[in-house]
């Protein structure tokens, strides 16, 4: 698009203090993770290492990232068989009744985050009859993480079309054979853009997973909530959370990579 | 279901539609011309044939386990939350009581303090939307269509890493930082300027911020699918830089900027954490909710406050849904 | 061999459930229940290890060193008894009520202000401390107290106690204030950097307050508070509102609080003043002439516990004096017995055992419909009446 230098600088300024004020309190977080003070308090008094030790050997912390990988991963995995099922009904069919499963799609994760706890919580403890457990923890973000599969599989299938599918179908390969090999290669990085953010958002859920997680399922999220409540925890989690922002590079980098190439190689 | 990919068959010429297959593996005239080998009739080849001959089929298939898990799961614990609303409890022993009643509904509908409450929230939410947008909108267009293919990769790295800095440390870093004694102060002090402190405007700053990132992302993706061809047939026809954005780039990205302002708003909507850690002494509908279901225990007063945010949301949905932004989410 | 009383009692609870259910307009509803839940038959005989038991309390109450390997009283009941611990925390009173609600768990330690709903919701069994050779040590004066037992019999077995001390900045209050009207008649000299606990219980702190400032009101119980008492006290919070910079509930909100000088008074537990102290920051905590609230916390076995041994072993072990010692000290409050405090040496911070310090103690305790003063002749505000009051009171 021609922009004129002016305004082609003003927005990378723009962009870029925008950037600066959404790195700031990642800074913060940073900072005191190195911090003596064991309430985060500003500024720091002093600077350490401990934190960073004791992180490291604080099996719960390590057990609660365990927890919150194995959840958002099962989660993710559910969310995008579910997702892709339903985006392929959406896109390919009309039917009756279309517009109310695409509400019912969405609605999990336009309604306030309490009050799919609270129902879930409900719906499990008085009306199933189960306990709360892990595997209520999966199923409850497995139901709002269809919505980010879907709608990046969604807008896939709507740009690619069916004709490759057809020609496939022509050339007498099966309705597996064409997924397989033409469908899923282009629906890739979809898959993997959808995947990615349902993983964020399953791996940082905090209010659902408060209402639906059993006795002794400690989530990430779950145990920084508990360490607020505990003497001399703070800065632990402040480490926790710098390791997570950098160890988060690798995965986003590597989707980026993917789809990167996906775009080149068209 | 191992399957030849390779065979090609009975390539009749037709362009488009559906191969109309031959009812499955009974033929045996005609075979191809040039003789290319007739796939062989496996099951799955029968049932990929059916498949495709019955898309109805196809659909249930599709829409079954979705639809199971959703009804299921979902549905069923929502009306179930909202018939609770129309229950009561024992205030001493907290069972619930299955008797039919208003009275949870009236209190949630002329209490003074439920009213007071919801214009609170929806002002917040408003507001955190408003921001989000008016910050999302720039720092998606540059990366979009301005930035280089290298930069515009790592600008969306760059946007979406916070996302995996906990919230809950997140807030607490603002928290640190709005404080009296923060960075904040000492930033604005030598201007003359002060911290908000704890209050309605530090939540507003920290939902914000917390949902930045998710409101990029679907503008990022909207404004990524406006062509710039457009853009450069608008130039051509004289069409200036802000008049194209406006009547041209806005257009198209609506939908994605509504489908952006969902999560900011209905995320800020149920929110009770974080105006619990930096709202000060206030409290928003979430904090109803939570403290009525976890703290006294009342479900059936909870799912009537909850009433409220699910009215809002089905309002907003309603209201957006011919923009086509839900298919943006 | 107790297993055939304990099914049998679970239908009679069931049965009185349904009963209460069917029988809607039965005002004794609390009576009823009360009745499966209340009368002795508590555990006579301790059987074998069941081989787990699950905990649910307050956060830093059952450390089993996943958080902080140095921090660790649960490995050494484990390697003892053969009892696996599994542990969930709670953050307000009231949420464990819920939980327990779920009968999930075997064991809970809850405060006063929620083990009379325990009881009367059927929730935890009557205990028999003749199976806990520890209950002989614990402080006489916090044991069979209205949060603790019903008619002579006890529920559980007390943990460790403290007061709701009033905490105040030091550059602030050149004098260190002896009352508690700096947070409430005077609260506006501060506006804005005043704080509170947040939760409704908080409201007894202001009928203390009325106790002793408007005798004519006739409080004789914060807990017990009828309809015209209720009010001077709700009243007296709203304008208390206008001061409040903020409440808090988790205490690194409250310690960051008082560090940066966002709040100058209010409420406070002993251990933020002495994490505050280690900190160097400028504050100090008084016990008013008032009086203050202050909790309680016992050690309860839920009524339908799966792993009713290992419970019992548990309850034990932790009112042992060392274990006691260590788990009162991590959390910060006083430990329930004398014998603890030698394996403590901050036991006189937390004026473990000065009866004198305790009577002034208001101990968290359920507000009921029937007062618990013995009041006959009026009904008291329930708690379900409190916490609306409280969101009120926010507004």
Not at chain 1, 66 to 89: C, D, M, R, W, Y
Not at chain 2, 176 to 184: A, E, R, W, Y
Request: proline share 5%; net charge negative.
């Amino acid at each position: 698009m021609r922009l004129s230098r002016l305004s082609r600088t003003t927005l990378a300024v723009v962009a870029g203090l925008i950037l600066v004020i959404v790195y700031v309190p990642l800074g913060v977080v940073l900072v005191n993770s190195f911090s003596t003070s064991t309430s985060l308090s500003w500024p720091p008094p002093g600077f350490t290492f401990e934190w960073w030790q004791r992180a490291f050997q604080s099996a719960g912390a390590m057990e609660a990232v365990g927890t919150s990988v194995f959840v958002a991963i099962i989660a993710t995995a559910i969310a995008l068989v579910l997702g892709t099922l339903i985006s392929f009904a959406l896109q390919r069919f009309d039917f009756f009744g279309r517009h109310t499963v695409n509400l019912l799609v969405i609605l999990p994760i336009a309604l306030p985050g309490i009050i799919t706890g609270i129902a879930l919580n409900n719906f499990f403890r008085t009306i199933m009859g189960v306990p709360l457990s892990i595997w209520t923890v999966i199923i409850a973000h497995a139901t709002f993480c269809i919505v980010t599969v879907f709608n990046n599989v969604i807008a896939r299938l709507r740009r690619t079309g069916t004709k490759l599918e057809e020609a496939s179908a022509d050339l007498g390969a099966g309705v597996w054979t064409t997924f397989r090999l033409v469908t899923f290669p282009q629906l890739r990085s979809a898959l993997l853009a959808g995947g990615l953010l349902a993983f964020a958002l399953s791996f940082d859920e905090i209010i659902v997973t408060t209402f639906t997680a059993g006795s002794g399922v400690t989530t990430l999220p779950i145990f920084i909530l508990n360490n607020m409540f505990r003497p001399n925890q703070a800065p632990i989690v402040s480490v926790i959370a710098v390791v997570l922002v950098l160890v988060s590079i690798i995965p986003i980098w590597l989707a980026q990579r993917l789809s990167g190439d996906e775009q080149q190689r068209r | 279901m191992t399957m030849n990919a390779t065979a090609p068959a009975s390539a009749r010429g037709e362009a488009s539609g559906p191969p109309d297959p031959d009812p499955a593996g009974s033929a045996t005239g005609g075979a191809p011309k040039r003789g290319i080998p007739r796939p062989k009739s496996t099951p799955a080849r029968r049932g990929s044939v059916f498949l495709s001959a019955h898309p109805r089929v196809r659909l249930g298939f599709l829409l079954a386990a979705p639809l199971f898990w959703l009804g299921l799961v979902y549905v069923v614990a929502l009306a179930a939350l909202l018939v609770t609303a129309f229950w009561s409890v024992n205030s001493f022993t907290g069972e619930i009581t299955t008797e039919w009643t208003l009275d949870n509904v009236i209190t949630v509908l002329t209490g003074s303090l439920y009213q007071t409450v919801t214009f609170r929230t929806i002002g917040v939410a408003l507001l955190v939307t408003i921001i989000d947008v008016a910050l999302a909108l720039p720092i998606a267009f540059y990366m979009a269509k301005v930035a280089s293919p290298r930069a515009r990769r790592i600008l969306v790295i760059a946007v979406l890493m916070p996302l995996w800095a906990s919230y809950l440390v997140k807030a607490y870093a603002w928290r640190s930082v709005l404080s009296q004694d923060g960075i904040l102060e000492w930033v604005l002090a030598p201007f003359g300027l002060h911290t908000p402190g704890y209050g309605l405007p530090a939540t507003v700053i920290t939902l914000s911020y917390l949902w930045l990132p998710y409101v990029i992302l679907p503008i990022f993706a909207g404004l990524e699918r406006v062509p710039d061809s457009l853009l450069e047939a608008s130039a051509d026809l004289g069409g200036k830089t802000w008049p194209t954005i406006r009547h041209v780039v806005f257009p198209m990205a609506l939908p994605a900027i509504i489908a952006g302002t969902i999560f900011s708003f209905s995320l800020s909507l149920g929110d009770y954490i974080t105006v619990n850690i930096v709202g000060g002494a206030s409290q928003m509908l979430g904090n109803l909710v939570y403290t009525n279901v976890g703290a006294a225990n009342n479900l059936p007063l909870a799912s009537a406050i909850a009433l409220i945010p699910i009215a809002i949301i089905f309002g907003y949905l309603a209201l957006v849904r011919r923009t086509g932004a839900l298919d943006n989410l | 061999m107790m297993r055939t009383p304990r099914t049998a009692r679970r239908g009679a609870t069931v049965g009185v459930a349904i009963g209460s259910i069917a029988l809607l307009t039965l005002t004794a509803c609390g009576t009823t229940s009360g009745d499966s839940a209340s009368t002795g038959d508590a555990l006579t005989e301790l059987g074998e290890a069941e081989g787990q038991v699950s905990i649910l309390a307050w956060p830093g109450y059952v450390e089993d060193g996943s958080n902080d390997p140095t921090v660790d009283w649960v490995t050494p009941f484990e390697d003892e008894t053969g009892c696996e611990v599994t542990s969930k925390t709670y953050g307000t009173s009231d949420e464990a009520v819920n939980l327990m609600k779920t009968g999930e768990y075997d064991v809970v330690a809850a405060s006063g202000d929620a083990t009379l709903r325990l009881i009367a919701g059927g929730d935890v069994a009557a205990v028999n401390t003749d199976l806990i050779p520890n209950y002989e040590g614990v402080f006489d004066f916090l044991k069979e107290k209205e949060w603790n037992s019903v008619d002579g019999q006890s529920y559980g077995v007390p943990h460790g106690y403290g007061a709701n001390l009033l905490m105040y900045n030091t550059e602030t209050f050149a004098e260190a204030p002896t009352s508690w009207d700096v947070v409430f008649d005077k609260a506006s000299e501060n506006a804005g950097k005043v704080t509170a606990y947040d939760s409704p219980i908080y409201i007894a702190d202001a009928a203390v307050y009325l106790m002793a400032h408007q005798p004519e009101l006739g409080i004789e119980n914060p807990y017990a508070l009828d309809e015209e008492q209720f009010q001077a006290a709700v009243d007296l919070l709203k304008v208390q509102r206008e001061s409040v910079g903020e409440y808090w509930s988790d205490y690194l909100k409250e310690i960051q609080a008082f560090e940066t000088g966002d709040s100058v008074v209010g409420t406070t537990w002993q251990v933020i003043q002495n994490v505050l102290a280690g900190s160097g920051a400028s504050t100090d905590v008084v016990l008013p002439e008032e009086g203050a609230t202050g909790w309680s916390d016992t050690w309860m076995v839920a009524s339908d516990a799966a792993n009713v041994n290992c419970a019992y072993m548990w309850l034990d072990y932790i009112a042992s004096p060392e274990a006691n010692a260590t788990a009162t000290s991590y959390f910060g409050e006083a430990p329930s017995s004398q014998e603890a405090c030698e394996y403590r040496e901050d036991c006189e911070a937390y004026h473990a055992g000065d009866e004198e310090y305790a009577s002034q103690i208001w101990y968290w305790t359920t507000p009921i419909a029937e007062c618990v003063d013995g009041r006959t002749d009026v009904e008291c505000v329930d708690y379900a009446q409190w916490t609306a009051a409280w969101q009120e009171i926010k507004g």
